[in-house]
């Protein structure tokens, strides 16, 4: 990855966001711009150079990672050092970001910096990193490829008594076997009308013929994270829920055909939601359609009604639509989609059939 090209990317903005120096403290802004992947770090981005600092404890990784980079190791707190080389660089105009500080820390950045005028800045890492670099796009599959395995083998394991709990650590095991780091965020497991909740916490609720089985998951590779949901069934489902998962693998085939470069989040919401809606059930469909996906689980560009982001091609979305309904179960259907200059290809392998083959 090429971090300085990223930093010399983020530098170039600066003076449309009226700041001379960027200090960053959101650790997947830091991650994307240094290749730091520990707990505890910050980097402050100006034209004329940049710096990182962390704590003791990540001293051997920052050499390793953080390359091209002047690094400081501190012991009272990143504030003192970094406002030190804010002002080696000159800077008097220094850019934050106000996601990514407490107040607390605002307040003493605000006693440290004396004489910097201090500039909050919302959403411009974050903006950058909606187009995804080919080494990106290569974890992003690798990511999906360990959730794909992990898919096909659990679901020919489901059967009579097993719970909730269990088929969720089933899936997370699979994805560390198929190569991912972990899981990518709490999976989710529904059976039968625990399905009626979008994000069921896995419980200890047993599996019985007539079920419908909702699997949201992912697997996390280098950082970037997959997210997919099935929706299956075991031995028979109620008559409703296979009209309703029908609908849904329709709305949710109308959602990815209308994701394409220079469409806004609401157009594509409206693509799959029009659908639900045409049946009288939209009022059951209670969530945005997608999300960006990469270095955190939720990120731009968004896919929800009134949304105004508009899709750059090598943004990597969700299409997630859902029918929920209260005491009989429900139906959930997302996949990855990568926006191209010329249409878009769904990242999984993974087939999306209520009867598992
Ligand atoms: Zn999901
Ligand atoms: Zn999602």
């Known amino acids: 990855m090429d971090h ?6 983020l530098a170039s903005r600066l003076v449309e966001l009226g700041a001379d120096g960027f200090l960053l403290t959101r650790l997947p802004n830091v991650r994307y711009m240094t290749g730091f992947t520990g707990s505890n770090g ?13 704590d003791g404890r990540y001293t051997q990784q920052a050499r390793h990672e953080v390359l091209d980079l002047e690094s400081v190791t501190y012991l009272d ?9 804010a002002r080696r660089l000159e800077v008097v105009r220094l850019g934050f970001e ?4 407490t107040f607390r820390t ?9 004489g910097i005028e ?7 890492v974050e903006r950058q990193r909606w187009v995804k670099d080919p080494e990106e796009l290569e974890a992003l599959e690798r990511a999906q490829g360990a959730t794909d395995e992990a898919f096909a083998a659990v679901v020919g394991r489901l059967r009579d008594g097993v719970t909730e709990r269990e088929l969720a650590f089933e899936l997370e095991a699979e994805m560390r076997r198929a190569g991912a780091e972990g899981p990518a965020f709490d999976t989710i497991v529904a059976f039968g009308e625990d399905a009626a909740e979008p994000h069921h916490e896995p419980a200890g609720r047993t599996l019985s013929r007539g079920d419908v089985v909702k699997m949201d998951f992912g697997g996390l590779v280098d950082g970037y994270h997959a997210d997919m949901t099935r929706t299956v069934a075991f031995g028979e489902p109620p008559a409703q829920l296979r009209d309703v998962h029908d609908l849904v693998r329709s709305a949710q085939q109308a959602g990815i055909d209308a994701v394409r470069m220079g469409a806004t989040g609401a157009e594509v919401d409206g693509a799959a939601r029009d659908v639900i809606e045409g049946a009288g059930l939209g009022e059951h469909f209670t969530h945005g359609l997608g999300h960006g996906v990469g270095l ?30 209260p005491g009989v179960g429900g139906v959930r259907i ?10 878009r290809r769904a990242l999984p392998r993974a087939p999306k059939d209520l009867a598992p083959a």
């Open 4 to 9: 300085r090209l990223r930093r010399a990317r």
């Open 42 to 54: 910050q980097v402050l981005v100006t034209p004329d150079g940049a710096a990182f600092f962390t």
């Open 77 to 85: 707190g990143f504030l003192q050092p970094m406002v030190d080389a």
């Open 98 to 101: 106000s996601e990514g500080v």
């Open 106 to 114: 605002y307040e003493e950045l605000r006693a440290a910096a004396k």
């Open 118 to 124: 201090l500039v909050p800045v919302t959403g411009e």
């Open 296 to 325: 955190e689980i939720h990120e731009g560009p968004r896919l929800r009604r009134g949304g105004d982001d508009v899709l750059p091609a090598g943004a990597v979305v969700t299409v997630e639509p859902g029918v929920y309904l």
């Open 334 to 343: 997302e996949d990855m989609v990568l926006v191209m200059e010329d249409g």
